[in-house]
């Protein structure tokens, strides 16, 4: 049913800011400004409740949102099915590899069969050896100008990552194909090794995801018919976590939408540009908006954090962009911030563990609620915390070997399954049906549905014992077997057997070691999906998401020992560490980490945004 849009209000929650109510009515090509907790995900959400239920997005056409990480792709599609209760809304949310992986996957045989990759291919990358291994077999002898390549053939290990890295980068990926000539010696080893890549072997191709994107950008400017098609099938794009876009994503997205009748909304935070090291736009949101005439909005309230937060984050803020506004927090007071200086690990790890015991049991803190934060090498750096959290019966995991697999569409499928099949709750019968059927299934459809569930599950409900890895992994396949692969086509994106496959035996891994600790399906389920567990993680990783307390460990040059040659980007990487919790925040410096010593003066300038907030100093070294 349409609503009209005077009538229409934003979806499960009280209100929107001004300006974001504005960004989800705009009609235009938009650029929205929006800082930690200032809702990005929830305004696009909504703007995508707003154009289906108002008819702006008219009826067959679709919505395409495209994140940069899986994660951010998967939290956007449930917010949205969530709120209109339809996991069948004409809404797609994919990452940028999965977007253009599905162009190619689908118009591969529109591409020159010089440049055709087999039909299953490897993603893969090569390593600096095996490029500069290729490279050294080239006939190169009798061209022009061959030093830049000499020059890699004949470099040492640590000189060959600098000179391999800048090849792939200028000379590999960073054209668009069609468009160069052979002229420079390195962009014609570069033809040459795109040859050897997608010739491939006896296995088929072995291609990155960048190649992909700039396959499957050449498909759209090769093939008028298939841009038009893309054109017919989305009439509205979202792009999230914007300033993470790098160059091949941007021009990909140049060559589907420029002078398009498509709207375009992108939302993202300069501040939070983390992912420049792997390519990211350091001029994205003046390119979007010069390219597109796309007007901006900044959004100003912050709902995730404390005051106390909001402001060591807007000193932050401000030492990034002198012109960024600052944040309001939604709340009048409260906010706790401190650093702790440690004599080293283990008297970190067991004074922060008995602080986080009494957190839990005074102040009944959800354990999951509570996260540790490393900038870097977190299955190293959180041993010890571990352990001790352990001899105090919390259990807490390094996050980010999980964080994947709780964001793939198969294990979602999968674990509404294990739900339903061993009766861990009551709302998993209803799931399992929204995933076999849709909402205008005819009554036969849902009995047929119901009675082959009944029968599927009195079969395999005996198959309880998950210790090994092949008994998770042959439950896995008989749940996908029974949904069938033309319905797993529609509930996973991009599907692809191999990758369910991958998917798989990943999963079958980790929820073996669990339900041999557990020995109890239910308990098993519970710890897989972070229930009662504390999540140690990358700041990278925990892009997107929010906590009560967090406690950033290590704040010494042996965390942030590349400070010197990129202060910007560690200071951007320090602003999402901060802005993570809710409530309250603990900075910890030691002496000595992993048997070095430790100082703070090759990262003063952190210190000073602290300072310059006045954050509450204990010092535990004596």
């Known amino acids: 049913m349409r609503i009209n849009q005077t009538d229409w209000a934003p979806i499960g929650v009280d209100a929107l800011e001004p300006l974001a109510l504005e960004s989800v009515k705009f009609n235009s090509n938009l650029l929205v400004i929006a800082g930690p907790g200032a809702g990005k995900t929830e305004l696009l959400a909504q703007k995508a409740c707003f154009l289906l239920q108002t008819h702006e997005c008219k009826y067959p056409q679709r919505i395409l949102a495209i994140s940069f990480k899986k994660d951010s792709a998967s939290n956007l599609k449930d917010r949205v099915a969530k709120r209109i209760n339809d996991t069948n809304i004409r809404f797609d949310s994919l990452t940028f590899d999965g977007f253009a992986k599905s162009i190619l996957d689908n118009f591969r045989n529109s591409l020159p069969e010089v440049l055709r990759p087999t039909k299953k291919y490897e993603i893969s990358y090569l390593s600096d050896d095996q490029v500069q291994q290729f490279l050294a077999g080239l006939d190169y002898q009798g061209r022009q100008n061959i030093q830049p390549l000499v020059e890699i053939i004949n470099s040492q290990r640590g000189h060959r990552k600098r000179l391999v890295d800048n090849f792939m980068k200028k000379h590999f990926t960073s054209f668009q194909l069609g468009t160069r000539g052979r002229n420079h010696i390195l962009d014609w080893a570069a033809d040459l090794l795109w040859l050897h890549l997608i010739r491939g072997d006896e296995n088929g191709s072995k291609i990155s995801f960048q190649m992909i994107s700039r396959l499957a950008e050449y498909i759209i400017s090769l093939n008028p018919l298939i841009k038009k098609s893309v054109l017919a099938t989305y009439s509205h794009l979202f792009l999230d976590e914007f300033q993470d876009t790098t160059t091949i994503q941007y021009e990909f997205v140049k060559t589907c939408f420029y002078q ?74 409260g906010g706790v911030i401190k650093t702790i200086d440690f004599r080293d690990e283990v008297q970190e790890s067991r004074e922060l563990a008995h602080k986080v015991q009494r957190l839990i049991q005074s102040n009944e803190i959800p354990p999951e609620k509570i996260c540790f934060l490393f900038k870097q090498q977190v299955a190293q750096n959180s041993v010890q915390i571990i352990q001790q959290l352990n001899t105090l019966g919390i259990k807490a995991r390094v996050e980010d070997e999980y964080q994947d697999l709780l964001k793939d569409e198969a294990i979602k499928i999968a674990l509404v399954f294990i739900r339903y099949v061993f009766g861990i709750d009551s709302d998993a019968r209803d799931e399992v049906f929204k995933l076999l059927i849709d909402d205008d299934s005819s009554l036969a459809d849902l009995r047929r549905a119901e009675h082959g569930l009944v029968h599927f599950r009195n079969r395999i409900r005996n198959s309880n014992d998950f210790s090994t890895e092949e008994a998770v992994s042959e439950f896995l396949r008989e749940v996908f077997d029974f949904v069938g692969s033309a319905r797993l086509a529609i509930l996973v994106q991009g599907f692809n057997q191999d990758e369910i496959n991958n998917s798989i035996d990943r999963f079958a891994l980790k929820f073996s070691e669990i339900f041999n600790r557990q020995r109890e399906i239910a308990l098993s389920v519970k710890e897989f999906i972070g229930e009662a567990v504390i999540p140690c993680m990358s700041i990278h990783k925990s892009k997107g998401l929010e906590f009560e307390i967090v406690f950033f460990i290590g704040i010494e040059n042996g965390m942030f020992w590349s400070f010197a040659n990129q202060p910007a980007e560690d200071i951007q990487t320090f602003f999402v560490g901060i802005s993570r919790p809710k409530s309250e925040l603990y900075l910890t410096f030691c002496n000595r980490r992993n048997g070095s010593g430790q100082s703070k003066n090759p990262i003063q300038e952190i210190y000073n945004f602290l300072a310059a907030v006045n954050v509450e100093h204990v010092d535990r070294t004596n």
Not at 269 to 290: C, L, P, V
Not at 296 to 321: G, I
Request: one cysteine or more; proline letters at 3%; hydrophobic letters at 40%.
């Open 260 to 333: 398009t009748e498509v709207i375009i909304t992108a939302v993202g935070d300069g501040k939070q540009r983390i992912m420049t090291w792997a390519g990211a736009r350091e001029t994205i949101f003046s390119d979007f908006q010069n390219d597109f005439g796309a007007e901006s909005k900044t959004l100003t309230m912050n709902f995730r954090c404390d005051p106390r937060l909001v402001e060591l984050q807007t000193v932050v803020a401000q030492y990034l962009d002198a012109n960024s506004i600052p944040q309001v927090s939604n709340r009048e007071n």
